[in-house]
């Protein structure tokens, strides 16, 4: 399954790489061009996952419909973003999710989340669809494509780098989770900082990634080697997806041997 987390378009540095804005007819050509290379090698049951903002959104959205079934479109809020004085600040970010063909992996058991319950209701005496556990009342909900659980990575985590479009490791355990199973291939072609590589180390996946930046190259190396040390993702733990900043996700954090 690829995870591909391209240029969204915009003037960036990437550490002496630089991206310069296209036109949208070229920026269509760009997606298209990666595409082609990517979908030999892929198999029939394969999914897709590409990430993007929100104007390049609507051009990979269409560009996917011409390569694959697309599925679903996933919103994301990041937490943090740049104000604008002229503009809503941008919160928000899109993973579009696609398919070779009709037939792919999705495993819902595995992306559940792991909610508070505030009022639970039992029936005789038994609670009714949640659990009662030592660290409060929760249930375990099914996903929607709108995720409000999930942080960028801050200075303090120790998958933080200074990859300036870095993507969270949890973001990356949810994509690889549903779609794909132990032992599977996850393909990254736009590696960054190896942040889909090393997730899908600590998950038991296989991975090819590839990278055109050296600084960026070695950072992945170093943290797959911290991988090897520590397998934790932030916000993962006992099979289920904890809510952002829930006490018992930083305990967790706290806790970790």
Not at 32 to 41: E, F, H
Not at 62 to 78: D, G, K, M, P
Request: one cysteine or more.
């Amino acid at each position: 399954m690829p995870i591909v987390d391209p240029p969204y378009n915009l003037a960036k540095d990437y550490h002496g790489n630089k991206f310069n804005p296209k036109s949208w007819e070229e920026y269509r050509e760009y997606t298209r061009s990666w595409l082609r290379k990517a979908l030999p090698l892929l198999k029939p049951t394969a999914s897709v996952y590409v990430c993007c903002d929100w104007k390049s959104s609507l051009v990979i959205g269409e560009v996917l419909h011409e390569f694959f079934r697309v599925r679903n479109r996933i919103t994301w809020q990041r937490e943090k973003g740049r104000g604008a004085k002229t503009n809503w600040k941008n919160g928000m970010e899109d993973v579009w999710f696609a398919t070779v063909g009709n037939e792919y992996t999705f495993h819902l058991e595995d992306v559940m989340i792991r909610r508070k319950v505030n009022a639970p209701y039992k029936i005789e005496g038994k609670p009714k669809d949640w659990e009662e556990t030592e660290e409060g009342n929760f249930r375990n909900t099914c996903p929607s494509n709108f995720w409000d659980d999930i942080s960028i990575p801050y200075w303090s985590m120790p998958e933080n780098t200074a990859h300036p479009t870095q993507k969270p490791e949890k973001l990356m355990a949810k994509l690889i989770l549903a779609s794909s199973s132990v032992g599977d291939v996850v393909f990254d072609p736009f590696g960054g900082a190896g942040t889909t590589a090393v997730t899908a180390k600590k998950l038991g996946r296989h991975f090819v990634t590839i990278e055109q930046n050296q600084r960026y190259f070695a950072w992945a190396g170093k943290r797959l080697e911290m991988a090897q040390e520590d397998p934790v993702i932030q916000g993962y733990r006992d099979g289920v997806f904890w809510e952002r900043n829930s006490w018992a996700e930083q305990s967790r954090r706290k806790k970790k041997p």
